[in-house]
Protein backbone atom coordinates (compact mmCIF):
# COMPACT_ATOMS: atom_id res chain seq x y z
CA UNK A 1 0.00 0.00 0.00
CA UNK A 2 0.91 3.74 -0.65
CA UNK A 3 1.83 6.31 1.63
CA UNK A 4 -1.20 8.45 -0.01
CA UNK A 5 -3.40 4.82 0.27
CA UNK A 6 -2.49 4.28 3.50
CA UNK A 7 -3.36 8.13 5.07
CA UNK A 8 -6.38 7.99 2.75
CA UNK A 9 -7.80 4.83 4.41
CA UNK A 10 -6.76 5.73 7.98
CA UNK A 11 -8.32 9.48 7.66
CA UNK A 12 -11.72 7.62 6.65
CA UNK A 13 -11.08 5.00 9.81
CA UNK A 14 -10.51 7.75 12.11
CA UNK A 15 -13.30 9.74 10.49
CA UNK A 16 -15.80 6.70 11.22
CA UNK A 17 -14.52 5.84 14.72
CA UNK A 18 -15.03 9.61 15.63
CA UNK A 19 -18.71 9.38 14.39
CA UNK A 20 -19.22 6.17 16.38
CA UNK A 21 -18.13 8.02 19.24
CA UNK A 22 -20.42 10.78 19.18
CA UNK A 23 -22.81 8.54 19.12
CA UNK A 24 -21.78 6.88 22.44
CA UNK A 25 -21.60 3.27 20.14
CA UNK A 26 -17.33 2.89 19.49
CA UNK A 27 -17.00 0.32 22.45
CA UNK A 28 -19.78 -1.71 20.96
CA UNK A 29 -18.46 -1.74 17.19
CA UNK A 30 -15.24 -2.28 18.07
CA UNK A 31 -16.19 -5.98 19.54
CA UNK A 32 -19.02 -6.20 17.05
CA UNK A 33 -18.43 -4.95 13.72
CA UNK A 34 -15.80 -6.79 11.27
CA UNK A 35 -15.37 -4.39 8.71
CA UNK A 36 -13.41 -2.02 12.01
CA UNK A 37 -11.55 -5.39 12.28
CA UNK A 38 -10.48 -5.61 8.51
CA UNK A 39 -8.90 -1.84 8.71
CA UNK A 40 -5.40 -2.19 8.99
CA UNK A 41 -4.68 1.53 9.88
CA UNK A 42 -6.61 1.14 13.16
CA UNK A 43 -3.92 0.91 16.07
CA UNK A 44 -3.24 -2.24 17.21
CA UNK A 45 -0.84 -2.64 20.45
CA UNK A 46 2.23 -3.85 19.50
CA UNK A 47 1.90 -3.86 16.21
CA UNK A 48 5.40 -2.81 13.99
CA UNK A 49 3.16 -0.71 11.01
CA UNK A 50 2.86 -1.05 7.46
CA UNK A 51 5.27 1.69 6.54
CA UNK A 52 7.46 2.63 9.16
CA UNK A 53 10.49 -0.06 7.72
CA UNK A 54 10.15 0.86 4.43
CA UNK A 55 10.05 4.55 4.90
CA UNK A 56 11.95 6.05 7.51
CA UNK A 57 15.83 5.74 7.81
CA UNK A 58 17.17 3.61 10.64
CA UNK A 59 18.04 6.27 13.90
CA UNK A 60 22.21 6.39 13.69
CA UNK A 61 23.91 7.98 16.83
CA UNK A 62 25.49 11.32 15.62
CA UNK A 63 28.80 11.83 15.25
CA UNK A 64 30.02 14.52 17.41
CA UNK A 65 32.33 17.21 15.70
CA UNK A 66 35.71 17.04 17.75
CA UNK A 67 38.50 18.94 18.85
CA UNK A 68 41.58 16.88 19.53
CA UNK A 69 44.64 17.47 21.54
CA UNK A 70 47.76 18.15 19.05
CA UNK A 71 49.38 14.55 19.52
CA UNK A 72 46.14 12.72 19.57
CA UNK A 73 45.40 14.72 15.84
CA UNK A 74 48.78 13.99 14.54
CA UNK A 75 47.28 9.96 14.72
CA UNK A 76 43.75 10.63 13.69
CA UNK A 77 43.99 13.72 10.93
CA UNK A 78 45.49 13.99 7.74
CA UNK A 79 46.08 17.45 5.97
CA UNK A 80 44.82 17.12 1.75
CA UNK A 81 46.86 18.31 -0.58
CA UNK A 82 44.29 21.68 -0.51
CA UNK A 83 44.44 22.40 3.10
CA UNK A 84 41.23 20.06 4.46
CA UNK A 85 41.19 18.40 7.22
CA UNK A 86 40.12 14.28 7.04
CA UNK A 87 40.21 11.07 8.47
CA UNK A 88 40.73 8.85 6.40
CA UNK A 89 40.08 5.08 6.02
CA UNK A 90 41.88 1.99 4.76
CA UNK A 91 40.88 2.90 1.04
CA UNK A 92 42.30 6.63 1.96
CA UNK A 93 39.11 8.33 1.54
CA UNK A 94 37.37 10.71 3.87
CA UNK A 95 35.49 8.45 7.24
CA UNK A 96 32.22 10.06 8.50
CA UNK A 97 34.42 11.57 11.34
CA UNK A 98 34.16 15.36 11.79
CA UNK A 99 37.74 17.16 13.31
CA UNK A 100 38.29 20.83 14.27
CA UNK A 101 41.86 22.06 14.27
CA UNK A 102 43.53 20.73 17.61
CA UNK A 103 43.73 22.49 20.63
CA UNK A 104 47.17 24.34 20.94
CA UNK A 105 49.32 25.13 23.66
CA UNK A 106 51.90 22.87 25.47
CA UNK A 107 51.13 19.09 25.66
CA UNK A 108 51.10 17.69 29.20
CA UNK A 109 54.55 16.29 29.67
CA UNK A 110 55.90 13.09 31.61
CA UNK A 111 57.00 15.86 34.54
CA UNK A 112 53.76 17.44 34.61
CA UNK A 113 51.91 14.19 34.46
CA UNK A 114 54.25 13.05 37.68
CA UNK A 115 53.24 16.25 39.00
CA UNK A 116 49.19 16.07 38.48
CA UNK A 117 49.39 12.27 40.28
CA UNK A 118 51.62 12.56 43.03
CA UNK A 119 48.61 12.32 45.88
CA UNK A 120 51.31 14.14 48.57
CA UNK A 121 53.95 16.45 48.01
CA UNK A 122 55.37 15.00 52.01
CA UNK A 123 56.66 11.91 49.81
CA UNK A 124 58.32 13.68 47.33
CA UNK A 125 62.14 14.30 46.91
CA UNK A 126 64.12 17.47 47.55
CA UNK A 127 67.27 18.83 46.68
CA UNK A 128 68.59 21.06 49.45
CA UNK A 129 71.71 22.27 50.93
CA UNK A 130 72.79 20.33 54.29
CA UNK A 131 74.29 23.54 55.90
CA UNK A 132 71.31 25.60 54.71
CA UNK A 133 68.97 23.20 55.96
CA UNK A 134 70.64 22.47 59.43
CA UNK A 135 70.45 26.78 59.13
CA UNK A 136 66.63 26.94 58.67
CA UNK A 137 65.57 24.17 61.63
CA UNK A 138 68.04 25.41 64.13
CA UNK A 139 67.04 29.03 63.56
CA UNK A 140 63.27 28.51 63.87
CA UNK A 141 63.90 25.89 66.96
CA UNK A 142 65.50 29.64 68.69
CA UNK A 143 63.08 31.77 67.81
CA UNK A 144 60.60 29.46 68.92
CA UNK A 145 61.91 29.14 72.13
CA UNK A 146 62.21 32.94 72.58
CA UNK A 147 59.08 33.48 71.63
CA UNK A 148 57.81 30.80 73.75
CA UNK A 149 54.31 29.78 72.43
CA UNK A 150 54.38 26.37 73.47
CA UNK A 151 56.65 23.97 75.12
CA UNK A 152 56.84 20.66 72.79
CA UNK A 153 57.62 22.44 69.31
CA UNK A 154 56.35 20.02 66.41
CA UNK A 155 57.80 22.10 63.11
CA UNK A 156 56.43 20.94 59.21
CA UNK A 157 57.04 22.57 56.20
CA UNK A 158 54.56 25.22 56.03
CA UNK A 159 55.46 26.97 52.45
CA UNK A 160 57.81 26.06 49.49
CA UNK A 161 58.84 28.28 46.94
CA UNK A 162 60.43 25.86 43.62
CA UNK A 163 63.34 27.67 41.81
CA UNK A 164 64.69 25.51 39.12
CA UNK A 165 65.36 22.27 40.96
CA UNK A 166 65.96 24.38 44.32
CA UNK A 167 64.24 25.57 46.67
CA UNK A 168 62.67 27.90 48.90
CA UNK A 169 60.85 26.31 52.68
CA UNK A 170 59.83 27.80 55.77
CA UNK A 171 58.46 26.22 58.57
CA UNK A 172 55.40 26.42 60.48
CA UNK A 173 54.52 24.59 64.28
CA UNK A 174 51.87 22.60 64.65
CA UNK A 175 51.34 23.36 68.02
CA UNK A 176 51.20 26.86 68.11
CA UNK A 177 50.99 29.83 65.60
CA UNK A 178 54.54 30.02 65.03
CA UNK A 179 55.88 30.15 61.68
CA UNK A 180 59.46 30.61 60.56
CA UNK A 181 60.85 33.09 57.25
CA UNK A 182 61.05 31.99 53.56
CA UNK A 183 64.78 30.03 54.05
CA UNK A 184 67.03 30.03 50.46
CA UNK A 185 68.36 26.48 50.52
CA UNK A 186 70.63 26.78 47.51
CA UNK A 187 73.85 28.33 46.92
CA UNK A 188 73.75 32.02 44.45
CA UNK A 189 76.10 32.77 42.01
CA UNK A 190 77.13 36.31 42.54
CA UNK A 191 77.31 38.65 40.15
CA UNK A 192 76.50 42.22 39.59
CA UNK A 193 73.48 44.62 38.96
CA UNK A 194 69.95 44.18 39.42
CA UNK A 195 67.81 40.87 39.05
CA UNK A 196 67.72 37.72 40.72
CA UNK A 197 70.96 36.01 41.11
CA UNK A 198 70.78 32.41 39.61
CA UNK A 199 70.80 29.07 41.76
CA UNK A 200 74.60 27.63 41.26
CA UNK A 201 72.76 24.28 41.16
CA UNK A 202 70.79 25.03 38.11
CA UNK A 203 73.56 26.28 36.50
CA UNK A 204 75.79 23.23 37.48
CA UNK A 205 73.02 20.73 35.65
CA UNK A 206 72.93 23.29 32.57
CA UNK A 207 77.08 22.84 32.91
CA UNK A 208 76.55 18.55 32.88
CA UNK A 209 74.18 18.72 30.16
CA UNK A 210 76.73 20.55 28.02
CA UNK A 211 79.16 17.59 28.12
CA UNK A 212 76.16 15.23 27.76
CA UNK A 213 74.38 13.69 25.01
CA UNK A 214 71.34 14.30 26.76
CA UNK A 215 68.58 17.29 26.08
CA UNK A 216 66.34 19.76 29.11
CA UNK A 217 63.66 17.63 27.93
CA UNK A 218 65.54 13.69 29.25
CA UNK A 219 67.64 15.83 31.90
CA UNK A 220 63.60 16.49 33.23
CA UNK A 221 62.86 12.70 32.65
CA UNK A 222 65.53 11.48 35.11
CA UNK A 223 65.02 13.88 37.56
CA UNK A 224 61.10 13.25 37.77
CA UNK A 225 62.33 9.55 37.32
CA UNK A 226 63.67 10.29 41.05
CA UNK A 227 60.91 11.43 42.50
CA UNK A 228 61.93 15.18 42.57
CA UNK A 229 59.24 17.52 41.12
CA UNK A 230 61.95 18.72 37.92
CA UNK A 231 62.40 22.81 36.59
CA UNK A 232 60.32 24.46 34.32
CA UNK A 233 61.81 23.45 30.64
CA UNK A 234 61.86 26.84 29.59
CA UNK A 235 63.34 28.32 32.72
CA UNK A 236 65.97 25.38 32.05
CA UNK A 237 66.24 26.40 28.27
CA UNK A 238 66.86 30.11 29.01
CA UNK A 239 69.74 28.93 31.45
CA UNK A 240 71.10 26.59 28.74
CA UNK A 241 71.16 29.60 26.40
CA UNK A 242 73.20 31.68 28.85
CA UNK A 243 75.83 28.91 29.60
CA UNK A 244 76.12 27.96 25.92
CA UNK A 245 77.42 31.23 25.35
CA UNK A 246 79.76 31.33 28.49
CA UNK A 247 80.91 27.52 27.33
CA UNK A 248 81.21 29.50 23.72
CA UNK A 249 83.49 31.91 25.05
CA UNK A 250 85.40 29.66 27.92
CA UNK A 251 86.39 27.52 25.02
CA UNK A 252 87.71 30.01 23.02
CA UNK A 253 89.79 31.99 25.73
CA UNK A 254 91.46 28.00 26.65
CA UNK A 255 91.88 27.23 22.65
CA UNK A 256 93.67 30.77 22.85
CA UNK A 257 95.68 29.79 25.69
CA UNK A 258 96.84 26.16 23.89
CA UNK A 259 98.00 28.33 20.88
CA UNK A 260 100.60 30.61 23.10
CA UNK A 261 101.50 27.41 24.93
CA UNK A 262 102.97 26.22 21.41
CA UNK A 263 104.52 29.36 20.62
CA UNK A 264 106.01 29.03 24.06
CA UNK A 265 107.20 25.84 23.31
CA UNK A 266 109.19 26.34 20.27
CA UNK A 267 111.09 28.96 21.83
CA UNK A 268 111.74 26.25 24.72
CA UNK A 269 113.19 23.77 21.99
CA UNK A 270 115.14 26.62 20.62
CA UNK A 271 113.08 27.55 17.72
CA UNK A 272 111.53 30.84 16.54
CA UNK A 273 108.42 31.40 18.55
CA UNK A 274 106.12 31.14 14.74
CA UNK A 275 108.13 28.22 13.61
CA UNK A 276 106.20 26.01 11.76
CA UNK A 277 104.36 22.81 13.47
CA UNK A 278 101.91 20.06 12.30
CA UNK A 279 98.51 19.15 13.06
CA UNK A 280 95.88 16.54 12.16
CA UNK A 281 92.44 17.28 11.42
CA UNK A 282 89.17 15.55 10.44
CA UNK A 283 85.53 16.66 9.92
CA UNK A 284 82.76 14.62 11.14
CA UNK A 285 79.21 14.49 10.16
CA UNK A 286 75.70 14.36 11.75
CA UNK A 287 74.55 11.17 9.52
CA UNK A 288 76.41 8.04 9.70
CA UNK A 289 76.35 7.62 5.81
CA UNK A 290 77.52 10.85 3.53
CA UNK A 291 75.12 9.95 0.62
CA UNK A 292 71.17 9.15 0.85
CA UNK A 293 69.41 6.69 0.15
CA UNK A 294 66.18 8.63 -1.05
CA UNK A 295 67.31 12.11 -2.16
CA UNK A 296 70.04 14.52 -3.81
CA UNK A 297 73.05 15.74 -1.96
CA UNK A 298 74.35 15.18 0.86
CA UNK A 299 72.64 13.01 3.77
CA UNK A 300 74.16 15.78 6.88
CA UNK A 301 72.73 19.34 8.12
CA UNK A 302 76.18 19.59 10.29
CA UNK A 303 79.86 19.10 9.91
CA UNK A 304 82.56 19.43 12.73
CA UNK A 305 86.03 20.00 12.07
CA UNK A 306 88.40 19.62 14.57
CA UNK A 307 92.21 20.35 14.21
CA UNK A 308 95.06 18.78 16.57
CA UNK A 309 98.02 19.78 17.19
CA UNK A 310 101.15 17.52 16.88
CA UNK A 311 104.15 19.24 18.41
CA UNK A 312 103.61 17.59 21.50
CA UNK A 313 102.12 13.98 22.53
CA UNK A 314 98.87 15.78 24.20
CA UNK A 315 97.28 15.97 20.90
CA UNK A 316 95.47 19.42 22.04
CA UNK A 317 92.36 20.97 19.79
CA UNK A 318 93.76 23.87 18.93
CA UNK A 319 91.33 24.80 15.87
CA UNK A 320 87.55 24.27 15.79
CA UNK A 321 84.60 25.52 12.71
CA UNK A 322 81.38 23.69 12.77
CA UNK A 323 79.34 24.20 9.39
CA UNK A 324 75.54 24.04 9.95
CA UNK A 325 72.48 24.25 8.41
CA UNK A 326 69.64 24.10 10.79
CA UNK A 327 67.89 27.51 12.38
CA UNK A 328 65.23 26.89 14.32
CA UNK A 329 64.53 30.61 14.27
CA UNK A 330 64.01 30.62 10.31
CA UNK A 331 61.95 27.71 9.99
CA UNK A 332 59.44 29.45 12.72
CA UNK A 333 59.58 32.44 10.81
CA UNK A 334 59.04 30.60 7.47
CA UNK A 335 56.51 28.30 8.77
CA UNK A 336 54.30 31.36 10.18
CA UNK A 337 54.61 33.65 6.92
CA UNK A 338 57.56 35.72 7.03
CA UNK A 339 59.71 35.45 4.23
CA UNK A 340 63.21 34.87 5.71
CA UNK A 341 66.84 33.56 4.61
CA UNK A 342 68.99 31.44 6.43
CA UNK A 343 71.74 32.36 6.68
CA UNK A 344 71.42 36.47 7.29
CA UNK A 345 68.60 37.13 9.50
CA UNK A 346 68.90 37.98 13.22
CA UNK A 347 69.85 35.03 15.43
CA UNK A 348 70.35 32.83 12.52
CA UNK A 349 72.30 29.77 13.84
CA UNK A 350 72.96 28.37 10.22
CA UNK A 351 76.13 29.27 8.62
CA UNK A 352 75.79 27.64 5.00
CA UNK A 353 72.66 28.07 2.53
CA UNK A 354 70.55 24.49 2.94
CA UNK A 355 71.78 24.35 -1.19
CA UNK A 356 75.24 24.75 -0.78
CA UNK A 357 76.91 21.13 0.09
CA UNK A 358 78.49 21.08 3.79
CA UNK A 359 82.68 21.17 2.69
CA UNK A 360 85.45 20.11 4.20
CA UNK A 361 88.03 22.68 2.40
CA UNK A 362 86.08 25.80 3.52
CA UNK A 363 86.16 24.46 7.36
CA UNK A 364 89.86 23.60 6.58
CA UNK A 365 89.76 27.73 5.49
CA UNK A 366 88.40 28.46 8.54
CA UNK A 367 90.41 26.81 10.77
CA UNK A 368 93.45 27.75 8.85
CA UNK A 369 92.50 31.34 8.89
CA UNK A 370 92.06 31.12 12.43
CA UNK A 371 95.83 29.74 13.11
CA UNK A 372 97.00 32.00 10.87
CA UNK A 373 95.72 34.61 12.72
CA UNK A 374 97.51 33.79 15.93
CA UNK A 375 100.76 33.30 14.50
CA UNK A 376 100.84 29.76 13.49
CA UNK A 377 102.32 28.46 11.00
CA UNK A 378 101.68 24.63 9.71
CA UNK A 379 103.48 22.74 7.68
CA UNK A 380 102.04 19.26 7.58
CA UNK A 381 98.21 18.14 7.44
CA UNK A 382 97.80 15.05 8.59
CA UNK A 383 94.15 13.99 6.91
CA UNK A 384 91.92 11.13 5.94
CA UNK A 385 91.70 9.86 2.52
CA UNK A 386 89.59 13.22 1.63
CA UNK A 387 92.41 16.03 1.38
CA UNK A 388 90.22 18.90 0.70
CA UNK A 389 90.57 19.99 4.40
CA UNK A 390 94.70 20.18 4.10
CA UNK A 391 93.91 22.52 0.58
CA UNK A 392 91.29 24.94 3.15
CA UNK A 393 94.41 24.82 5.39
CA UNK A 394 97.30 25.54 2.92
CA UNK A 395 94.46 28.53 1.16
CA UNK A 396 94.24 30.51 4.43
CA UNK A 397 97.98 29.76 5.08
CA UNK A 398 99.12 31.10 1.78
CA UNK A 399 97.28 34.31 2.72
CA UNK A 400 99.21 35.20 5.75
CA UNK A 401 102.75 33.61 4.75
CA UNK A 402 102.66 33.70 1.24
CA UNK A 403 105.99 31.73 1.28
CA UNK A 404 104.84 28.81 3.24
CA UNK A 405 104.79 25.48 2.12
CA UNK A 406 101.63 23.49 3.61
CA UNK A 407 101.80 19.66 2.88
CA UNK A 408 99.44 16.89 3.32
CA UNK A 409 99.91 13.69 4.86
CA UNK A 410 97.99 10.50 4.99
CA UNK A 411 97.39 9.08 8.23
CA UNK A 412 98.25 5.68 8.79
CA UNK A 413 94.89 4.20 9.44
CA UNK A 414 93.20 5.20 6.34
CA UNK A 415 95.76 4.59 4.35
CA UNK A 416 96.65 0.80 5.77
CA UNK A 417 92.63 0.37 5.07
CA UNK A 418 92.87 1.54 1.41
CA UNK A 419 96.14 -0.52 0.86
CA UNK A 420 94.15 -3.51 2.49
CA UNK A 421 91.31 -2.66 -0.38
CA UNK A 422 93.79 -1.90 -3.12
CA UNK A 423 95.60 -5.38 -2.27
CA UNK A 424 92.13 -7.33 -2.63
CA UNK A 425 91.40 -5.80 -5.59
CA UNK A 426 94.52 -6.02 -7.31
CA UNK A 427 94.54 -9.00 -9.83
CA UNK A 428 98.01 -10.74 -9.27
CA UNK A 429 99.41 -13.57 -11.30
CA UNK A 430 98.42 -16.80 -11.14
CA UNK A 431 102.14 -18.56 -10.00
CA UNK A 432 101.78 -15.64 -7.29
CA UNK A 433 100.17 -17.47 -4.44
CA UNK A 434 100.84 -21.35 -4.38
CA UNK A 435 97.08 -22.42 -2.69
CA UNK A 436 95.63 -25.53 -4.65
CA UNK A 437 92.31 -23.41 -5.38
CA UNK A 438 91.32 -19.80 -6.48
CA UNK A 439 89.25 -19.83 -2.81
CA UNK A 440 92.64 -20.82 -1.01
CA UNK A 441 94.97 -18.13 -3.15
CA UNK A 442 92.39 -15.59 -2.34
CA UNK A 443 92.63 -16.24 1.56
CA UNK A 444 96.46 -15.57 0.98
CA UNK A 445 95.59 -12.30 -1.23
CA UNK A 446 93.46 -11.53 1.67
CA UNK A 447 96.84 -11.99 4.32
CA UNK A 448 98.63 -10.14 2.11
CA UNK A 449 96.79 -7.61 1.95
CA UNK A 450 96.48 -7.21 5.89
CA UNK A 451 100.26 -7.07 6.24
CA UNK A 452 100.72 -4.44 4.18
CA UNK A 453 97.70 -2.52 6.20
CA UNK A 454 99.75 -3.22 9.61
CA UNK A 455 103.30 -1.75 8.27
ZN1 LIG B 1 54.94 25.67 68.85
ZN1 LIG C 1 68.28 31.15 10.14
Redesign the pocket.
Known sequence: MSIIGWLHENQTTMARTKKAKNKGEFSKNCHKSKKIHKNKGQFKSGHEGYVRSSVLEEWKEPIPVQRLTSNIFKRVAKVSPSGLLYAPDADGQPGPAKLLRPITGVETETSTRYLEETDSIDNEMRLINNRKNAEMWNNSLRE?TERA??D???FIIDREIKKGLCWKQSLK????L?SSQLYKLYTEIMRDGPGAKAAACNVGLQVGLQDSPISNTKARMLIASTNTPPPALSAMQRLSNAVGTATNILNTDDMLTRKREICETNKLRGLSADAAINISMDVRYNSTTIASSSKMGQNASQAIGVAIENQTDLKQIIGFHMENKLCWVGSWFRNNGFEVQCPGHPECTANVNDEEPLSEKRIGESIGEDLAHDGLLIQFVTTDGDARGADGIRTAMKRKFPDCTVERQADTTHLGQSQFRQTIRANFDATMFPGQSAERRKEQQKILGSTYSLI
Request: glycine share 0%.
Open positions: HQCQPHCTNCY
